[in-house]
């Protein structure tokens, strides 16, 4: 009698995440993913590259522009709006994301961003995180503020395509401000979830360019 064995199975290691480490504990969530036709060398390198700046398609244009209306309705009212967004958004290597700061990155796996705001608002008001440490973001405790922590983080997927993950995390301890969150978050979270798909595909894109240059 012949008898078939079950290939052992080799345990995965668990890797701490950046994210888990600075924003454990959140209210809301939404995860986008995709598979670059590239390793994660290459898939690294076009991360590191990412310009949010060059991360267009009409749905993200139009919330784009919707999301900065109420600056657009207070210049008309003679109030002062705030300032443009820059061109160039370069997720590393340049000037600091308006509002945000780095959490840290993991060579070939995660890049971690921060930021503390009120983001319930229809103009947002971003907390001075200019100065702030990583551990100082993951022990601010203000009520009056709610945190985002958000990452990119990269898989190997089969022997030569990577799994690309794009996550975003919010944490409003106040209830009256998250109830205003939560009526916010129902409206923009489609649109969310379509500028990270369109920046998951723009990093996946520019793997494959990099990859067969």
């Known amino acids: 009698m012949t008898t078939q064995s079950t290939p052992a199975t080799a345990p995965v290691a668990a890797t701490e995440m950046l994210i888990d480490r600075y924003l454990p504990r959140f209210d809301r969530t939404i995860v986008e993913h995709t598979v670059a036709e590239a390793d994660v060398a290459a898939t690294w390198q076009a991360l590191c590259a990412l310009d949010l700046g060059r991360v267009h398609s009409p749905v993200t244009d139009a919330a784009m522009s919707a999301r900065g209306l109420p600056d657009r309705l207070a210049r008309v009212r003679g109030r002062p709006a705030a300032a443009p967004p820059p061109v160039r958004l370069p997720l590393r290597g340049g000037p600091p994301l308006p509002g945000w700061l780095s959490l840290g990155e993991v060579a070939g796996h995660e890049i971690a961003l921060g930021a503390i705001g009120r983001f319930w608002r229809p103009v947002i008001e971003w907390y001075d995180v200019s100065a702030m440490t990583p551990e100082e973001f993951g022990a601010f405790a203000d009520p009056d503020w709610g945190r985002i922590a958000a990452n990119f983080s990269l898989r190997p997927y089969g022997t ?54």
């Open 160 to 213: 030569s395509r990577t799994l690309i993950s794009y996550e975003a995390r919010t944490l409003v301890p106040e209830p009256d401000a998250a109830r205003r969150f939560t009526r916010y978050w129902t409206l923009v979270r489609p649109f969310v979830g379509h500028i990270m798909r369109a920046a998951l595909a723009t990093v996946a894109a520019d793997a494959v360019r990099g990859s067969s240059a």
